[in-house]
């Protein structure tokens, strides 16, 4: 079984009451508690940081496995389109179905002409927008 991968991190971000509370208390707070302020601040940032840039890694992983999964699967889908299409040596496949065509053949129509491709089961196909 896998480790699920962890979303903590190391350094505690600054909460949100503290963060008020610095905003509160900025007029009034002498030089080494605005020094510890801004480093508190700062650490805070290099946390968000660190977390966003582990985010992008992850997704940039993950956009490279679903590519190399949806090549996987186009390949057995290209495979197994070889395979039906056997039956039929030196049929053409139909640009719009992928099943074997008998003929193929230009209608005249009210929009213009449409290539309609005709198959050995009695079916036909044409683009879209084109249909009777």
């Not at 480093?39 to 956009?63: N, T």
Request: glycine letters at 6%.
């Amino acid at each position: 079984m896998r480790k699920r991968a962890s979303f903590a991190y190391s350094s505690p971000m600054l909460a949100d009451d503290d963060a008020n509370r610095i905003e509160f208390e900025l007029v009034r707070a002498d030089k080494p508690t605005l020094v510890r302020w801004v480093k508190e601040l700062l650490d805070d940032r290099r946390a968000r940081s660190g977390i966003l840039q582990a985010q992008a890694r992850r997704l940039a992983h993950l956009r490279q496995r679903l590519k190399q999964a949806a090549d996987y699967l186009d390949g057995l889908a290209l495979k197994a389109q070889e395979e039906v299409a056997a039956p039929w040596k030196g049929k053409l496949p139909c640009p719009h179905c992928g099943a074997p065509v008998s003929g193929v053949r230009a209608e005249q129509r009210p929009q213009g002409h449409a290539v309609v491709h005709d198959h050995l089961d009695g079916r036909t196909c044409e683009p879209e927008g084109k249909g009777r």
